[in-house]
Each structure stands twice: as structure tokens, then as C-alpha cells.
């Protein structure tokens, strides 16, 4: 497999349709960080690393009246193949300011809302709302 982080995605995106309650997905660094910030922005319930098996655990959150999930959309902006790089001024507002966008840069994995008050840009990796 050449797009771990996509694979991650769909992952995620198919659980969500399907209605699971847990998703399990092989960990990498980069995709313990991201799942830290779908966890601190409201997107999963709870996720748990498994170091023994080199997993993480996902625990998908619903709407509790319309069984809808919070995730409405998770989408790979850079790929292997061409990558998205944008500055600080540049960077994209998702669903005007509603939804996120999870970008790579010097100082680590953040949302483009860190990145604009720190100053920095880097590789967005994916769009979520």
C-alpha cells in the first residue's frame, strides 16, 4: 500500500456509513496525530493505542436522536502523488470556519486554525466535517 493515510481515511469514512461503533486502523505516528485532533475537535468519541499490536482503536461518535455521525465528510487533499503544500495566508477554511482542515508542518501536526495563529504552513492532508 503507497496511501496509508488515505487507507486511515477510509477507514474511517466506511465505519462511519456502516454505523460501527469501532473502528480498528495499524498505527503510525502520523496517524496517531490526527486521530488526537478528531478527538480534540469533537469528531470521535474516544480512541485507544494499542502498542502491542501496533493499532488504534477508534470509538466513532452519532447524533443520539438522528443516529447521524458527527463526521459528515473526511477527504485526502495530498496525496503521494501530488502533493498540497500551502503558507500560512493561504491555507484552506473548510465549510467557511465549520469543518477543518489537518495540516502537517515544522512545528507538527495541527488544524489550519493553529497554523494561522502560529504563523506557519505546511502539507494539508485532509479536509473533515
Known amino acids: 500500500m503507497t496511501d496509508t493515510i488515505a487507507d486511515f481515511l ?17 498505527a503510525s505516528k502520523m496517524k ?7 478527538f480534540e475537535k469533537g ?7 494499542d502498542d502491542e499490536n501496533k493499532a488504534i482503536k477508534i470509538a466513532l461518535k452519532y447524533n443520539p436522536q438522528t443516529k447521524a455521525s458527527a463526521i459528515q465528510a473526511i477527504t ?12 500560512c495566508k493561504e491555507l484552506p477554511r473548510v465549510l467557511n470556519g465549520l469543518g477543518i482542515a489537518i495540516v502537517s508542518t ?7 486554525k493553529e497554523a494561522r495563529v502560529q504563523n ?9 466535517y
Open 10 to 26: 477510509t477507514r474511517i469514512r466506511n465505519a462511519a456509513m456502516a454505523k460501527h461503533r469501532v473502528v480498528e486502523v495499524p
Open 32 to 38: 496517531k496525530e490526527i486521530t488526537k485532533i478528531l
Open 43 to 49: 469528531y470521535i468519541l474516544s480512541y485507544k493505542f
Open 76 to 87: 485526502r487533499v495530498s496525496t503521494p502523488g501530488l502533493r498540497k503544500y500551502e503558507s
Open 106 to 112: 515544522s512545528k507538527g501536526v495541527m488544524t489550519d
Open 120 to 128: 506557519v504552513g505546511g502539507e494539508v492532508i485532509c479536509y473533515v
